[in-house]
């Protein structure tokens, strides 16, 4: 299965300077140079990226409101940028059953999800590594993303989606030039098929792609900034594959490893108890996939069977001091309900974050003195028709 990138003279390309400030990282601690993108390392397993050398707060491009603004941490050619204006989203103060909470809104993003950060960052390193087309498989909200950033790179997009996916993500990614293929099955089945597609087309998964995570991490970046240039309390995010998970882990180290915090905070993964195979882990203590029961959650954004990074996520959530905390169907519609009745307009995803934190809040492990970020992932314009039915079936 071709791991590399398909140039048209059939040779590969070379990425931009900057780009060698990283190297590919395999399972097996073997390294190689991110000067040819690959999607996967030769033994099949998972790439990951060097660590970064942080960040000052006189690195910052204050002048820039978006990700880039932190360019000087992102080891890719910002001159040569992919962008469409993404990142520096709200982080609004608010109340939650109580407790103070400081909505972090992502779903602000130009394609209306937290995606765009690492969508810029990996097509401005694959334009600038010659991709000329790419693969993906999502459920929507990363389709619709690289879609986008596709587009603005001039990089032709095929993108596989489950045929239940929400029709407005669908339309979303259609709507922007990319090639939908529906597929029947459960979302690993679309998977399934990404791979087989994978050899003969550059795979840019963003499940699996190392440089979508170093656009995640600027999300640690701005929330340090927007908390006074220091590390909050706590965080609770989504977790389906763990992007956003490793990006707040990977961007508070750099920032601890260059003193520019001096803790890292608590991470808190939220999963739908309908398919939770991060909390099936967490529950028993391992730090890989273990067998689970899997049926159908209005969380579909996060509705992932065999995460690519289990140990890493893992990882991050347990030396964080967080937890993972499954929800069920009805704490995610609660949540929705309340997060409409405040004016957040968000897909049922991200009331499971919601959810997680009532849990916390609920048990004590969040303080009245530092209000905890609950990030908002994800849009409700492109997931009308699932918010109608949890409406339908509260009310």
């Not at 690289?146 to 001039?154: D, E, I, V």
């Not at 890989?288 to 996520?313: C, L, N, Q, Y």
């Not at 849009?379 to 339908?392: F, M, N, P, R, V």
Request: net charge negative; aromatic share 8%; charged share 20%.
């Amino acid at each position: 299965m071709n791991a590399r990138g398909p140039m048209p003279d059939g040779k590969t390309g070379s990425a931009m300077a900057g780009a060698g400030e990283a190297r590919y990282v395999s399972a097996r601690g073997e390294t190689f140079d991110t000067s040819v993108a690959l999607w996967r390392a030769p033994d099949g397993s998972h790439l990951d990226l060097t660590p970064g050398s942080g960040l000052q707060r006189s690195d910052i491009r204050a002048d820039d409101r978006s990700i880039w603004r932190y360019a000087q941490a992102i080891r890719v050619d910002a001159d040569r940028r992919v962008s469409l204006g993404e990142g520096w989203t709200p982080l609004l103060p608010g109340e939650w059953r109580g407790s103070p909470v400081a909505w972090k809104l992502e779903y602000f993003a130009p394609t209306g999800s937290f995606k765009d950060r690492g969508s810029s960052v990996l097509m401005t390193y694959l334009k600038n590594a010659g991709i000329t087309a790419i693969l993906e498989d999502s459920s929507g909200n990363a389709g619709a993303s690289l879609a986008a950033y596709s587009a603005a790179a001039g990089i032709a997009c095929r993108v596989l989606a489950p045929a239940t996916a929400p029709r407005g993500k669908i339309m979303t990614i259609a709507a922007m030039g990319a090639d939908v293929a529906l597929i029947e099955g459960s979302r690993q089945d679309v998977a399934d098929a990404a791979l087989r597609e994978a050899a003969d087309i550059f795979y840019a998964s963003h499940n699996w792609q190392p440089y979508f995570i170093e656009g995640t991490k600027t999300l640690a970046f701005e929330l340090w900034e927007q908390s006074g240039f220091r590390a909050p309390e706590a965080v609770v995010v989504p977790l389906g594959y763990g992007s956003n998970v490793l990006g707040l882990w990977i961007g508070f180290n750099e920032l601890l490893a260059c003193g520019a915090v001096d803790r890292i905070p608590r991470i808190y993964a939220a999963q739908a108890a309908n398919c939770a195979a991060f909390a099936a882990a967490w529950e028993k203590g391992v730090d890989e996939w273990t067998p689970f029961p899997v049926s159908a959650t209005v969380a579909d954004g996060i509705a992932s069977v065999h995460p690519v990074r289990m140990k890493e996520v893992l990882h991050a959530v347990r030396e964080s001091g967080g937890a993972v905390i499954a929800v069920s169907e009805e704490e995610i519609a609660a949540a929705l309900k309340g997060l409409l009745a405040k004016g957040l307009f968000v897909e049922p995803t991200c009331a499971t974050a919601a959810a997680a934190f009532s849990r916390l809040s609920e048990s004590g492990a969040t303080t009245a003195e530092s209000p905890t970020i609950v990030v908002l992932t994800g849009s409700g314009l492109k997931a009308t028709d699932k918010i109608a039915e949890i409406l339908g079936k509260a009310s």
